[in-house]
């Protein structure tokens, strides 16, 4: 499938499921919430775990708890598949005084029940922090949703007998590792459609959102109150959402994940989550690596999608945004070897956004990281239209993920930054980084030029 095709059946999936009104959201909702059980009980397992073995001799043990003491710290042996190699892999199970499986095995060997077992400080393999976390924008997301939609509160957790997950004769972990492996592995930003949008979405103005969904604009004001997004006019003031009309709604944007921020949207939470380096993605790769082959698949979708747009001749980029973002190279390599430079669109405060936007590459972290004293603003590249024009132009890039964006205010400006979201590639001879896609995309004008 190409990626213009895989956007399409996006669209057709958002405005066959109606995704602006809120009750649209409810299987979604309902996937979280078993997430949200499920991690919650891997966390309390763990916290068991340490109460029952950390730090204890198998020797001294209770009867009942030396056989899963030993399953924990040596079953399977040295076996690539042991069931005390997956212990030791998400939660850190091991013999005092080992810093390998291999080596924790050896030492049962030749002490027997006189091992003392050590419990770390993972959970499913990530950082106990990492996962608590976790927890946090999984229940904080989940309460939104059910605020949003009217549903019951919290549901209860049962009690669980955690000595039924280490049973040697049929340890209960193994079918619980798998409900969640299912269940996360269709929570990712790769296969899950609520995902996806969200990301596709990410920057865009609001007619671009009331056009591609074909949604009116009290459900564009319900959708963007569900994913807690930032509307900006033109002038780049923050908006309430009750606002949005048909007057101006072609003269705002949404932003719903900045990239520096450390505002904590729903839609920012719902990235972290489930988006590429996500935990919940970090959780799935440490037991099946092969999960990188769906983001892998994803970005191929995302430059296929993009070439083909560029070959249509429907993506038209005006010439400032063009030699911005595709052709000043000097810039390009700027941003990519310092994580902190961006290219700013700014406007000054006592300045109409009708007098047109300021251009310039700037550090982030600088005290003072876009002056523009008065509207003239000579120092910078000034472009002569609103700002939603280079937002709507540069759509393709924020949509795909090859861009990121963030809204910002200094002393005298606001400004919209905006950055290559990756210049090195994560995977071996993927198509996700921004300068294979900027000279793919200077290939295909060069072509279609000659063509005309």
């Known amino acids: 499938m190409t990626g213009e095709a895989k956007m399409t059946d996006l669209q057709s999936w958002a405005r066959e499921n109606k995704i602006w009104e809120k009750e649209s959201w409810e299987p979604f909702l309902e996937n979280l919430e078993k997430l949200h059980y499920m991690l919650t009980e891997f966390w309390e397992f763990h916290r068991w775990l340490k109460i029952t073995f950390n730090n204890k001799r198998i020797s001294l043990l209770s009867e009942e708890l030396k056989n899963p003491g030993r399953l924990i710290i040596a079953g399977g042996g040295k076996d690539e598949n042991a069931f005390a190699r997956m212990m030791f892999n998400l939660f850190g199970v091991k013999a005092a005084g080992a810093s390998t499986y291999d080596e924790s095995v050896t030492i049962y060997e030749g002490r027997g029940d006189g091992t003392r077992i050590l419990v770390g400080q993972k959970v499913l393999g990530i950082n106990e922090n990492d996962i608590k976390n976790a927890l946090l924008d999984l229940e904080r997301i989940v309460g939104h949703f059910k605020q949003q939609l009217g549903t019951p509160g919290n549901s209860k957790m049962h009690e669980e007998n955690f000595g039924e997950w280490v049973n040697p004769e049929n340890p209960k972990i193994i079918e619980k590792l798998n409900e969640f492996l299912n269940l996360a592995a269709n929570m990712l930003e790769p296969t899950n459609p609520y995902v996806l949008f969200v990301r596709y979405s990410n920057v865009a103005s609001l007619g671009i959102i009331v056009d591609f969904l074909g949604c009116s604009i009290e459900g564009a004001r319900?959708?963007?109150?569900?994913?807690?997004?930032?509307?900006?006019?033109?002038?780049?003031?923050?908006?309430?959402?009750?606002?949005?009309?048909?007057?101006?709604?072609?003269?705002?944007?949404?932003?719903?994940?900045?990239?520096?921020?450390?505002?904590?949207?729903?839609?920012?939470?719902?990235?972290?989550?489930?988006?590429?380096g996500g935990i919940v993605h970090r959780i799935i790769s440490g037991m099946y690596p092969n999960i990188d082959e769906k983001f892998k698949e994803l970005w191929e979708q995302r430059f296929s999608s993009l070439i083909e747009l560029m070959k249509s001749g429907r993506w038209i980029l005006s010439a400032r945004t063009r030699f911005f973002f595709l052709g000043y190279h000097e810039w390009i390599e700027s941003l990519c070897k310092y994580k902190d430079f961006a290219i700013l669109f700014m406007i000054p405060k006592n300045c109409s956004s009708t007098e047109g936007v300021w251009v310039d590459m700037e550090d982030l972290s600088s005290r003072y990281p876009c002056r523009c004293y008065s509207c003239d603003c000579s120092s910078r590249y000034k472009m002569e239209y609103p700002i939603l024009v280079p937002i709507e132009e540069l759509f393709p890039l924020f949509a795909t993920n090859y861009l990121q964006a963030q809204v910002g205010e200094g002393s005298d400006c606001r400004f919209l930054a905006a950055r290559p979201t990756r210049c090195h590639s994560r995977y071996k001879d993927a198509k996700d980084t921004y300068l294979r896609l900027i000279k793919a995309l200077g290939e295909v004008e060069n072509e279609n030029k000659a063509e005309g």
Request: charged share 20%; net charge negative; aromatic share 10%.
């Open 222 to 276: 319900s959708l963007a109150e569900l994913v807690e997004a930032q509307i900006y006019d033109s002038e780049l003031n923050l908006r309430s959402i009750e606002e949005i009309n048909e007057k101006n709604v072609n003269d705002m944007f949404w932003l719903l994940n900045s990239y520096r921020s450390s505002i904590h949207s729903v839609s920012s939470g719902i990235l972290s989550l489930f988006g590429e």
